[in-house]
């Protein structure tokens, strides 16, 4: 297993949670770390990602909420997510590619994807 995330969970509008997501070393290196969130019935979109350079990109629903990071010691990437919304409701992935596509990790072709941590924000 490449890729576990976790800290997913229920809160209410206005609330935080703190998503991780433990890598393998080989995973760990690849040039883009990032998290994706999906609903049922749509695609699933970009959030966030972080580039081995330490550049980081959000999509427009998150900026200034979210804040995704990296730990090289734990190789470990975090999503902090404040002043959640029920909009935020999704499963949440988090992904390793050696590609961007735009600005994010290019999931296109050899992309390691974790198993998913739900997040659910009640209003």
């Known amino acids: 297993v490449q890729l576990v995330e976790s800290g997913g969970g229920s809160v209410q509008t206005g609330g935080s949670l703190r998503l991780s997501c433990s890598a393998s070393?080989?995973?760990?290196?690849?040039?883009?770390m990032g998290w994706f969130r999906q609903t049922l019935g749509k695609e699933r979109g970009a959030v966030a990602s972080?580039?081995?350079?330490?550049?980081?990109k959000y999509a427009d629903s998150v900026k200034g909420r979210f804040t995704i990071s990296k730990d090289n010691d734990k190789n470990t990437l975090y999503l902090q997510m404040n002043n959640l919304k029920p909009e935020d409701t999704a499963m949440y992935y988090c992904?390793?590619?050696?590609?961007?596509?735009?600005?994010?990790?290019?999931?296109?072709?050899?992309?390691?994807w974790g198993q998913g941590t739900q997040v659910t924000v009640s209003s």
């Open positions: 972080i580039l081995s350079d330490g550049t980081t």
């Open positions: 992904a390793a590619s050696s590609f961007t596509f735009g600005d994010y990790c290019d999931t296109r072709g050899n992309v390691y």
């Open positions: 070393q080989f995973t760990y290196t690849r040039h883009c």
